[in-house]
């Protein structure tokens, strides 16, 4: 059974980074059969993808066009983890932050517990 | 990439049975047959209920089914029960971005 446990913390001023982890159980980051998300939730945007990470002979990245200048999404296969870092943030960034864990085609069966990221001063 | 249409509230009788719509485009939803639909309870993590249009994934009950039609599928929930109570996004794959997911849909079983 795939667990995934995020880590990460719940308040970041505007215009600096925000950064959670993923770290993974049950599965490795260096699967070739699926791909590692980045999913966030707010009230104002609903659920959005932003990106994703993920190895077929070599690691790949995909970056939702929304973010793609802010995010970056790297694996550790030392840890098992992977991370989402997001550059500049503002008070629209504030949202819910989930990892998961699956493929468009087949849907995203495994989700982290979600981290509630707050952009305040 | 904007968001798939879906209601905003949907409402059934225990027993009966809802459906809940999403519409896209021929880039999204109509283009190809990678729909997904999440059940979501309040302060809960997204389940996957559905995915490729009509698939189950093991454990989910066979109350819930999928279909698609052109621009728009949908997720039908039949024997309606209490703990249907939840938000149901769908998603899709596109030709632009990998993913783009439902507005939601508030289901109350009355």
């Known amino acids: 059974q795939v667990q995934l446990q995020q880590s990460g913390p719940g308040l970041v001023k505007p215009s600096q980074t925000l950064s959670v982890t993923c770290a993974i159980s049950?599965?490795?980051?260096?699967?070739?059969?699926?791909?590692w998300n980045w999913i966030r939730q707010s009230p104002s945007r609903g659920l959005e993808w932003l990106g994703r990470?993920?190895?077929?002979?070599?690691?790949?990245?995909d970056y939702a066009v929304s973010v793609k200048s802010r995010i970056t999404i790297k694996p550790d296969t030392s840890k098992n983890q992977f991370s989402l870092q997001l550059n500049s943030v503002t008070p629209e960034d504030t949202a819910v932050y989930y990892c998961?864990?699956?493929?468009?085609?087949?849907?995203?069966?495994?989700w982290g517990q979600g981290t509630l990221v707050t952009v305040s001063s | 990439q904007s968001a798939l249409t879906q209601p905003a509230s949907v409402s059934g009788s225990p027993g009966q049975s809802i459906t809940i719509s999403c519409t896209g485009t021929?880039?999204?939803?109509?283009?190809?047959?990678?729909v997904s639909w999440y059940q979501q309870h309040p302060g809960k993590v997204p389940k996957l209920m559905i995915y490729?249009?009509?698939n189950r994934p093991s454990g989910v009950s066979n109350r819930f089914s999928g279909s698609k039609s052109g621009n728009t599928a949908s997720l039908t929930i039949s024997g309606l029960q209490a703990e249907d109570e939840a938000d149901y996004y769908c998603?899709?794959?596109?030709?632009?971005?990998?993913?783009?997911f439902g507005g939601g849909t508030k289901l109350t079983v009355l």
């Open positions: 998961a864990r699956g493929l468009v085609a087949t849907g995203f069966g495994d």
């Open positions: 049950g599965d490795s980051v260096s699967s070739n059969s699926v791909a």
């Open positions: 990470t993920y190895y077929r002979s070599k690691w790949y990245n």
């Open positions: 021929s880039s999204d939803v109509g283009g190809y047959n990678f």
């Open positions: 490729d249009v009509s």
């Open positions: 998603s899709s794959y596109t030709s632009s971005t990998p993913v783009v």
